[in-house]
């Protein structure tokens, strides 16, 4: 939910969407969609296997899902950017576009061939790593992207460090002070930044701290004969604008999630019988947030996976997502599919990660229904 | 409801929506330059007669900015309404009919909801050509997923209630059940995620515009107006931070007014707690 996934933030707390299936259901993986597989294949075995280790069958079929989810999502980015019109030969060559022209690029580009011999082709490469050539620099994409994909990680990896811990106190400090100041405080806050573009954060961070103050480097180039500490003031930057953009997210999930199990009738019950507010949280509330605030976490790492795009192209940062964009500019085609292929698994790893990890917290999520 | 009853953040974020629908309106009589005249040096400073400077080409700031309002807000408007009427539709039409095509829209949203929005456009950008309407609709089909997933549980739970069960056996038809026993009493929690999704609408565009796969010069819009200034950062020149402003602005006061609306409905519902 990238782009979904930022602006959820208030719908949670309010709503239809709100409550235990509003976040049971976060992750896009639910449903039957790729069952089948498994259990046909394994017939009565899976069925025995089911009811002996529960547990274990339900986190296997979790996995699956996922691996026939990446799979539709290939069939999608490959066949669907197929479909669409709009050729590369045409675009490329421009005004110039004469008939024989355009056919030999085809040609060059093997587009000739059949859509079926293609798609095989290229996910046989893509399983094995190797995503093609680039059209525009006739580089080999794998070793581009082997390039880049560390240089990204390590970015979404800081970013990830230092606002998950703030994210989870500063939404229990909002429950905490519920309705009163710092709650309120924290709550305009944190609205105003889940409306801030991630370029105008980046800039306005550029401004202050690179040019105005002089204390960080700008733009954020990396390479490979950098020392870890050169490595990271270089990202600094990059890293803040990342962690003021995720934070509002997480902090108004956490809450809202940490809300949702402080609003229900046990937590109730033992304000009724006179508990302390501290033993409310840790014994009664506490085990059950566990699960929906992983969730949150997890769903607010997927789109840092994603955010990481923009800020990229912001800070010039060698990473995935200014490949992306370039790409697309030019529109060099197996550079496209190949990170967005990339980028959406990542992406339902994590959700399928928020999923197993919330039934592995909650047991009432191992017995649906 | 009384208008002292408006707390005053939502009157702020009122006050800003009126003033960026106004220059959006009227942006041909209020702003002193056309938006693509060259009218001075580039990058002149704030003051004198240009209130905001000028940009990358030497063009007035604040026209380009009055202007861009009317770009910016026309096509995200655009694209939320039609995301809306499709997640609408759709999300109704399963809920009502339920079975095999529900599991088949829902199912196919899945699958859409699997690739990250920003990504999924960059991927159908890359082919498509670059023209507006395209824009809009690639806008709308991938928020729509969004749409789907809460109109399909608003109505899912509307669409037990007795009235509908009552309609049914009247013998009405699915479109009459949709429009007139569903939609009406969705409508409120629907209004506030429209003001969502508007929020959100506008910061993808001005996102798409930055990354230069948005709207395409030299109409202004405002996340175009950041990539074009962009340079000027590193001298110093915050250009490029006014229209970045401009963007925020109007997506902190649309929020803002969502927030209230949001409030007030969970306050209708009796719910304890805000959550």
């Known amino acids: 939910m990238a782009g979904g996934g930022p602006i959820t933030g208030p719908a949670l707390s309010t709503g239809p969407a709100a409550g235990g299936e509003g976040l049971s259901q976060s992750a896009p993986v639910p449903g039957a969609l790729v069952t089948p597989p498994t259990g046909v294949v394994t017939g009565t075995f899976w069925r025995r296997f089911t009811l002996r280790r529960p547990l274990a069958a339900l986190i296997i079929q979790r996995l699956g899902l996922s691996v026939g989810l990446l799979f539709a999502v290939s069939l999608m980015i490959f066949g669907g950017v197929e479909a669409l019109p709009g050729d590369f030969a045409t675009t490329y060559l421009g005004q110039s576009a004469t008939p024989q022209a355009v056919e030999n690029i085809r040609k060059d580009l093997g587009l000739d061939k059949p859509l079926t011999e293609r798609y095989l082709n290229w996910l046989g490469g893509a399983v094995k790593g190797d995503f093609g050539t680039s059209w525009a620099s006739k580089n080999s994409v794998s070793?581009?992207?082997?390039?880049?994909?560390?240089?990204?990680?390590?970015?979404?990896?800081?970013?990830?460090?230092?606002?998950?811990?703030?994210?989870?106190?500063?939404?229990?400090?909002?429950v905490q002070y519920r309705n009163r100041l710092p709650d309120k405080i924290i709550?305009?806050?944190?609205?105003?930044?889940?409306?801030?573009?991630?370029?105008?954060?980046?800039?306005?961070?550029?401004?202050?701290?690179?040019?105005?103050?002089?204390?960080?480097?700008?733009?954020?180039?990396?390479?490979?004969?950098?020392?870890?500490?050169?490595?990271?003031?270089?990202?600094?930057?990059?890293?803040?604008?990342?962690?003021?953009?995720?934070?509002?997210?997480?902090?108004?999930?956490?809450?809202?999630?940490?809300?949702?199990?402080?609003?229900?009738?046990?937590?109730?019950?033992?304000?009724?019988?006179?508990?302390?507010?501290?033993?409310?949280?840790?014994?009664?509330?506490?085990?059950?947030?566990?699960?929906?605030?992983?969730?949150?976490?997890a769903l607010n790492l997927a789109y840092l996976v994603v955010g990481v795009v923009v800020v990229e192209v912001v800070f010039v940062y060698p990473g995935m997502g200014q490949y992306m964009v370039d790409a697309v500019t030019v529109r060099d085609m197996p550079v496209v599919q190949a990170c967005g292929l990339i980028f959406a698994a990542f992406y339902i790893f994590l959700n399928m990660a928020a999923d197993i990890l919330a039934i592995l917290a909650n047991p009432r999520l191992r017995h649906p229904r | 409801m009384r208008l002292s009853s408006i707390p005053i953040s939502a009157w702020v974020g009122i006050a800003g929506i009126t003033l960026a629908l106004f220059c959006a309106l009227f942006a041909p009589w209020i702003a002193p330059y056309g938006e693509r005249d060259v009218v001075g040096d580039i990058w002149l400073p704030?003051?004198?007669?240009?209130?905001l400077g000028t940009d990358n080409l030497g063009r007035d700031l604040l026209s380009r900015l009055i202007f861009g309002a009317r770009t910016t807000i026309f096509v995200a408007l655009a694209a939320t309404v039609i995301s809306f009427s499709l997640g609408m539709l759709l999300s109704f039409t399963a809920a009502v009919t339920g079975g095999f095509v529900d599991q088949l829209f829902s199912r196919f949203n899945d699958l859409m909801m699997a690739i990250p929005t920003l990504i999924f456009a960059l991927v159908v950008l890359a082919v498509l050509p670059q023209q507006l309407w395209i824009l809009i609709l690639v806008m709308a089909v991938l928020d729509s997923t969004r749409v789907f997933r809460i109109g399909r549980a608003v109505a899912l739970d509307v669409a037990v209630m007795e009235f509908v069960e009552a309609a049914r056996l009247r013998g009405e038809g699915t479109s009459w059940i949709i429009f007139r026993e569903i939609l009406p009493n969705t409508l409120s929690p629907l209004l506030a995620e429209f003001g969502l999704r508007f929020a959100f609408s506008i910061l993808f565009l001005s996102t798409l515009s930055f990354l230069g796969l948005g709207i395409q010069p030299p109409a202004a819009d405002w996340g175009g107006m950041v990539k074009d200034n962009k340079d000027g950062i590193i001298f110093g020149i915050s250009a490029a931070l006014v229209p970045g402003?401009?963007?925020?602005?109007?997506?902190?006061?649309?929020?803002?007014?969502?927030?209230?609306?949001?409030?007030r409905t969970s306050s209708l519902k009796g719910g304890r707690g805000d959550a």
């Open chain 2, 46 to 51: 704030m003051g004198g007669d240009f209130p």
């Open chain 1, 187 to 297: 709550n305009v806050v944190s609205l105003a930044a889940i409306s801030l573009p991630e370029f105008f954060v980046g800039y306005l961070l550029i401004l202050f701290f690179a040019v105005q103050l002089g204390v960080a480097t700008f733009p954020a180039t990396v390479y490979d004969s950098m020392g870890f500490g050169e490595r990271l003031s270089a990202i600094a930057l990059p890293v803040a604008t990342l962690v003021l953009v995720v934070l509002a997210h997480m902090m108004r999930m956490t809450r809202a999630a940490i809300l949702n199990v402080m609003s229900s009738a046990y937590v109730e019950t033992a304000e009724l019988k006179g508990l302390s507010a501290f033993r409310i949280i840790a014994k009664h509330a506490a085990p059950n947030a566990v699960a929906p605030v992983i969730n949150v976490i």
């Open chain 1, 143 to 174: 070793e581009q992207i082997g390039n880049r994909l560390g240089n990204s990680l390590f970015l979404a990896f800081f970013a990830a460090l230092v606002s998950v811990p703030l994210a989870v106190a500063l939404g229990m400090l909002a």
């Open chain 2, 245 to 263: 402003g401009a963007i925020a602005g109007l997506a902190i006061c649309v929020n803002l007014v969502v927030d209230w609306l949001m409030k």
